[in-house]
C-alpha cells in the first residue's frame, strides 16, 4: 500500500467527478431544494408525532431533532459517495467492464468505492451540520475536547457501518446480477434511522440492532450528543465497525473469485 | 415479467416503510390523540401498503434511459404513443406483484390477528377503482416530469423533488387526519391526499368523504390528462433524434 499514490489517484478522480457533474448546474440546484424540502418534511412528520406527546421513546422533540441532523449528515454522505459508485459497481457487472477496473494496477476496492462523487450530497451536508449546531444551542450541549473525540469516533463508525452496509449489498451482484431493489431495499431500512430506536418495539428494536445495525448508525452518536451514551455502547460500537469494515472487504475478494467476465 | 421475480419480490419489501410508522405510532400510543384504534390504525397501514404496491410509477426513470440512448426515436414512428408501452409495463407489474403483497400481508395478519377484516364487495370494488384512480393521477403526473426530457434530458431530479413531497403529505407516512389544523385547510385541494391516504381509508373502513374523494381524483385527472397532451405535443416538435 502506497497512500502518497492512492492520494494522487483520488485527487484525478475528485477533479474528473467535478467536472463532469457541474456539466448538468440546474440539476444541482433542483437537488439543493429537494434536501431542503426533504429536511423540512422529515422534521414535520416528527412534529407530528411530537404535538400531543411530550416524549417518544424518551427522547425530546429537541433531542430527537439530533437524531434528524446526524440522519442528514450521513445521507449527504451516502448520495455523495456510496450511492454514485456503488450503483456503478451493477453497471460494471452487467457489462463486463470490471475487467477494466481489475487489470488496473490499483485495489479494485478503492477503485469502485470512490472513483464517482455526486457534489449535490455537500448541499445536504451542510444542511446537516446546520441543524446540528442549531440542536447544539437548543439543547444547551457543552462542547469539549473529550466530547468531541467521541462523537468524532462515533459518527466515523457510523460512516464505516453505512459504507459496508451498501458495499455488502452491491458485491452481492457478482452472483444476481440485478440488485438494484436490492438497494433500494437497504434504503427503505435506512430511513428507519431517522427515529430514535427506543421509539420501536422490542422485537424490532433487536432487529434493527443485530440483523441490519441501523441503530449504531444514528442512535448512538446522537446519545453522545447528548452525554448519554454508555461507554460500553461505544465500545460496541467500535467494534461492530470494525467487523462490518473488515467482513466486507473479505467478502468482496471472496465474490471476486466467482466473477466471470461478461463475453469469456 | 415473471422472469425478474426476485427483483419485484425486493420492491414489495422495501415497500414496508408504513409497518415501521405503524410500529412507532402504537408503540407510543400516538394514536389516541386522533382517536383511531389500534386495530383501525394497523388496517389503515396495512392498506397504505398495498395502494402504494398497486400505484407506484416509474415511468420518468424508464422514458429518462430510453431517451437518452435514442430508444424514442423508433418508438415515435410507431402510429401509438409511446407512452402506453409504460402504462402496459406498469400493469403488467402490478399484477406480478399481487402474489408477494399477499405474503406480506399474510404475515403482517400472522403477527396481528386481530386486525384481520373482510371489506365488503361494494367497498372492494370501490377501492381497486380508487387506487387504479391514484394510478393514473401519478402516471399522468410523472409523464408529464418525463416529457421535460425533451428540454432537459435529465428529468428524474425533478421526479425526485415532486416525491418528496408526495411522500409527506400522501399518508404514506402519517395518515392525513392527524396533520396539525394549518395543513389541513389547504391539503384537500392537492392531489396528494387522493394517492393514498383516500384510498387506504376507503379499503380499510376508516371514515372519508367516498364521493368528495373520487370525484376529486377524477377532475384531477381531467386537469392533468390535457396538460399531458398540451406537453406532450410540444415537446415531440421540439425533439431531436440522437445523431440526426
Not at chain 2, 415479467?1 to 408503540?27: C, D
Request: proline content about 4%; charged content about 10%.
Amino acid at each position: 500500500m502506497n497512500i502518497s499514490k492512492y492520494l494522487k489517484v483520488y485527487k484525478k478522480f475528485l477533479h474528473t467527478s467535478l467536472a463532469s457533474e457541474l456539466e448538468y448546474k440546474t440539476n444541482i440546484l433542483v437537488d439543493l431544494i429537494t434536501a431542503i424540502l426533504s429536511l423540512i418534511g422529515s422534521i414535520f412528520l416528527l412534529s407530528i408525532f411530537f404535538q400531543n406527546n411530550g416524549y417518544i421513546g424518551g427522547w425530546k422533540f429537541e433531542q430527537a431533532l439530533i437524531i434528524q441532523a446526524i440522519y442528514t449528515i450521513l445521507n449527504g454522505i451516502t448520495n455523495t459517495w456510496f450511492n454514485p459508485n456503488l450503483t456503478e459497481i451493477v453497471k460494471h457487472i452487467r457489462e463486463g467492464t470490471l475487467d477494466f477496473v481489475l487489470l488496473k494496477p490499483i485495489d479494485s476496492q478503492f477503485f469502485i468505492s470512490l472513483k464517482k462523487l455526486n457534489p449535490s450530497g455537500f448541499l445536504e451536508i451542510i444542511l446537516g451540520f446546520f441543524l446540528l449546531f442549531f440542536c447544539i444551542r437548543i439543547n444547551q450541549i457543552n462542547l469539549n475536547l473529550s466530547f468531541l473525540t467521541l462523537s468524532l469516533i462515533t459518527i466515523s463508525c457510523s460512516i464505516c457501518i453505512l459504507y459496508s452496509l451498501w458495499f455488502f449489498i452491491s458485491t452481492t451482484t457478482i452472483w444476481f446480477v440485478k440488485t438494484w431493489n436490492a438497494t433500494e431495499v437497504l434504503r427503505s431500512f435506512l430511513y428507519i434511522g431517522r427515529f430514535p430506536l427506543n421509539s420501536f418495539s422490542f422485537s424490532l428494536r433487536i432487529f434493527f440492532s443485530i440483523f441490519i445495525p441501523i441503530a449504531f448508525i444514528t442512535t448512538i452518536p446522537s446519545e453522545v450528543f447528548l452525554g448519554l451514551s454508555q461507554s460500553w455502547k461505544i465500545l460496541l460500537e467500535v467494534i461492530v465497525a470494525s467487523v462490518f469494515f473488515i467482513t466486507s472487504r473479505k467478502f468482496w475478494l471472496f465474490a471476486l473469485k466467482f466473477y466471470s467476465s461478461a463475453s469469456s | 415479467m415473471l422472469e425478474y421475480r426476485v427483483e419485484i419480490a425486493l420492491w414489495a419489501i422495501s415497500g414496508i416503510i408504513p409497518f415501521f410508522m405503524l410500529n412507532i405510532w402504537t408503540n407510543n400510543n400516538l394514536n389516541e390523540s386522533i382517536n383511531i384504534s389500534d386495530v383501525m390504525l394497523s388496517r389503515y397501514f396495512l392498506c397504505a401498503f398495498f395502494v402504494r404496491q398497486f400505484s407506484v410509477v416509474w415511468v420518468v426513470f424508464s422514458f429518462e434511459e430510453d431517451s437518452l440512448l435514442g430508444k424514442v426515436s423508433p418508438y415515435l414512428i410507431q402510429p401509438l404513443n409511446p407512452f402506453f408501452r409504460y402504462f402496459a409495463q406498469h400493469l403488467a407489474e402490478q399484477i406480478t406483484r399481487f402474489p408477494f403483497a399477499l405474503i406480506i400481508a399474510f404475515f403482517f395478519f400472522l403477527f396481528n390477528p386481530e386486525s384481520i377484516w373482510m371489506p365488503n364487495l361494494g367497498i372492494l370494488l370501490l377501492s381497486i377503482l380508487s387506487i387504479f384512480l391514484s394510478f393514473l393521477i401519478q402516471f399522468l403526473i410523472q409523464s408529464i416530469v418525463a416529457c421535460l426530457c425533451f428540454w432537459t434530458e435529465k428529468a428524474s431530479s425533478i421526479e425526485r423533488l415532486l416525491f418528496i413531497p408526495t411522500l409527506f403529505l400522501s399518508g404514506l407516512l402519517a395518515p392525513v387526519v392527524s396533520f396539525p389544523a394549518y395543513v389541513k385547510t389547504w391539503i384537500y385541494l392537492t392531489p396528494f391526499p387522493y394517492l393514498i391516504d383516500f384510498p387506504a381509508n376507503l379499503l380499510s373502513g376508516n371514515e372519508t368523504n367516498i364521493s368528495g374523494g373520487l370525484s376529486m381524483q377524477i377532475l384531477w385527472i381531467l386537469l392533468l390528462f390535457p396538460l399531458f397532451k398540451k406537453i406532450w405535443s410540444e415537446g415531440t416538435k421540439k425533439f431531436t433524434a440522437m445523431g440526426s
